[in-house]
């Protein structure tokens, strides 16, 4: 589990999908960043599945998690929703979850954001601001070369204005969104249950409200507008026994990295599946340094599910931090054998890998994994160092400069690109790559 920057990549590229992350502060911004991390992933994705399928977006849109205890959920394009940490952390069933997913999912397919990104080019006070997320071709198309970028700043205040909902399209996502529910056979009541989390929010200062109420404006008279939408639901719910256990693992392994390790001990007991249980434990332990109960607790946990990559994944994790470098290698791989397509489980492998002075292996693993994700800076980091030590110089600096974009730190990026572009032959695709990061911050070392 591990966390990435937020910024942006303002390309114009043919599939450019642009995008910006909104911080509710009134204080000066502060930096936010993404959770990456398989496992939840794969649990959100399963449980906003028949949500997506519903509302005709099928697997063309990812959640991802933001590590923020706030409660807040979003979407700045048409490929990705954006839920808060604290918000899972809130929600105690995986209908209240799926509800917010339908919700902003009915805000894409009923094109609220066109607007707002047919106007991105124009809103001059964008310029300068150092928090947002653009994503490029590679997110639509699956083709990492199309991507690099350039990071952007505003003012909160630019972009509170740019993801806000107005009442008339909070509306009509209420009513999309509760027949999405129900035509995936997910009870409604979930939608006017979190509702009811932020009736009297509007109320409270600025300051003490959730960025949720102010992204996605409330009223008494919209929640009652929901409880009829809910109320004239007739159709029968379908029993997700499934949904509750991915959810119940995904909120124990949130809440098992960002809470104390002393928290998650006192309650991991409390898990419905022993799996869980036992994985929030190993969590807790390898936090404490306790590499000998923290792989205790995940060894038994595999027991129970012996093809679970993404318990094998978490296994390898707590070796390699532990520096058990080839433990690591072995855990690792089995996750990869079970899971060949995951970029954060292969990247993982990459990672491990080099740790044994295996970069040629290393190398074959993250390249994999870039193509499929080239959000990660991590991954871009072990990149560079791959090609480094096979002696790709040229490409080691393009994965310098796309990683110190990704960071927002333009200059270094820029020197790094200068690089790449007098070492890779010109024209290649790696070349055009570096090309665009040097063109991208010299525009923006005019502004």
Known sequence: MTASSILAFPLRAAFLVAALILVWATTPVRAQSLIRDADIEHALARMAAPVLTAAGLGGNVRILLVNDRSLNA???DTQHIFIHTGLIAKLDTPEKLQAVIAHEAAHIANGHLSRRLANLDNARTLAGLGLALAIAAGAATGRGDLASGLAIGTQSSALRDFLSHTRAEEASADQSGVRYLAAAGIDPIGAVEVQKL??????????RQDPYTRSHPLSRDRARAMERFV????????PQPQMEYWYERARGKITAFTNAPSWTLKRAANSKAEDVRLMREAVAYHRLSDRSKAINRIDRAI?????????????GQILLEGRQFQAAVNAYQKAAQLEPRNALILGGLGRALLTVDRPKEALTYLEKARARDFRDARLLRDLGSA???????????????ERYALAGRLKDAEIHARRAV????QGSSAWRRADDILAAAKRAAKK
């Open 422 to 425: 007098g070492l890779l032959p």
């Open 198 to 207: 932020f009736i009297g929010q509007e109320l409270l200062n600025v300051s």
């Open 387 to 401: 090609y480094a030590r096979t002696g790709q110089n040229g490409m080691a600096s393009l994965a310098t400069a």
């Open 74 to 76: 979003f979407v700045v």
């Open 231 to 238: 109320a004239a639901y007739g159709g029968k719910s379908i």
């Open 303 to 315: 027991a129970i599910r012996p093809n679970d990559a993404y318990y094998h994944e978490l296994k």
